[in-house]
């Protein structure tokens, strides 16, 4: 059997993604529920650690200070409205992430591309079972975050050898984390392609991870380079928006008129947002696409890892 390398899942999924600009609405539809692999969550684990000084938040800006019925009833609509708009983007990312999903799984037998509206459907179909796998999902890596970052706050001052099993702890939580994230994007595999039901699918998927933990481990590894090299292009992005705003500040600066200072404070968030969301929902399209490419190679045929490969290839010359 010919096994495709992840140059061609890489390819694949940027030929998909690039050529069928549909898959970018959904796409960011879809990352409200976060992206699929390692690197989402190397990427929670920088945020926290990163936000981890919490001396600069004010302490007053904690509290809620309820000082009459007129007050209450505010805060009490206000708190129905953003539940209500919460539950309305989880639903919408939801299937959104089921029609990504099931694009890339028709794209994969066929070669073309699902309607918006059949892929919505689809979506909606398995929306429950999505939902619940994402749930799963975020909870167990919420888990393994909190422990992770007692673990670093633990071993960051211990003696070398504290230090050394401390690592050695890291590494089994990041493993278990990949284990997570490939598991919870097989089993939405399962469930889009076979239509199985959520423990069945789980059990599956848990089944297909085992056989292939060196090939997911290799997907997330490349797919983690991919995203720095997205968190570079949003770097460059950042200052090429400010171009813009700089030639309005010129001209506040000129005319006097200070208007024009707020104005292009507001063209940079609006256009940095933009470039964030463009990228976003690229990003995320196209990591989909390559797991679902690789998912459905090993469902079809099964696939060998090209680690193994190569440590094979070394001990045979040794």
């Known amino acids: 059997m ?19 600009k549909s898959l970018w609405v959904l796409g960011l539809l879809s ?19 990163f936000f981890a000084d919490s001396s600069w938040w004010p302490a007053s800006w904690g509290a809620v200070h309820i000082a009459s019925p007129d007050q209450f009833v505010w805060f009490s609509w206000l708190a129905f409205i953003t539940a209500a708009l919460t539950m309305f983007v989880v639903a919408a990312a939801a299937c959104a992430e089921g029609a990504l999903i099931a694009t890339a799984v028709h794209y994969f037998n066929v070669r073309t591309v699902l309607s918006i509206h059949n892929a919505w459907r689809q979506g909606v179909k398995h929306f429950w079972r999505i939902l619940a796998v994402n749930v799963l999902e975020k909870l167990s890596l919420a888990v393994i975050l909190a422990v992770l970052l007692e673990l670093i706050t633990f071993f960051s001052g211990a003696s070398v050898w504290w230090f050394g099993f401390g690592v050695l702890l890291i590494a089994v939580c990041l493993f278990a984390a990949l284990a997570i994230s490939t598991v919870a994007i097989f089993t939405l ?37 991919c995203n720095a090299l997205v968190f570079a292009a949003l770097w460059l992005g950042s200052f090429l928006v400010l171009i813009p705003s700089f030639f309005i500040s010129l001209a506040a600066g000129f005319t006097g008129y200070l208007t024009l200072l707020s104005i292009s404070v507001v063209a940079y968030v609006f256009l940095f947002v933009l470039v964030v969301a463009w990228l976003g929902a690229i990003f995320n399209a196209f990591t989909t696409s390559a797991w679902m490419y690789l998912f459905m190679h090993m469902y079809h045929e099964g696939l060998g890892s090209r680690l193994k490969h190569w440590a094979g290839k070394v001990l045979k010359r040794t």
């Open 31 to 49: 990352i409200f529920l976060g992206q699929f692999g390692l690197a989402n969550f190397i990427g929670q684990l920088a945020s926290k650690i």
């Open 189 to 225: 595999g399962y469930v889009m392609v076979d239509n199985q039901g959520l423990i069945d699918a789980l059990a599956e998927a848990w089944r297909l991870f085992c056989r292939h933990i060196f090939v997911s481990l290799e997907l997330s590894l490349m797919l983690l380079v």
């Open 2 to 20: 010919h096994e495709p390398t992840y140059r061609a899942a890489v390819g694949h999924a940027w030929k998909l993604t690039w050529h069928h």
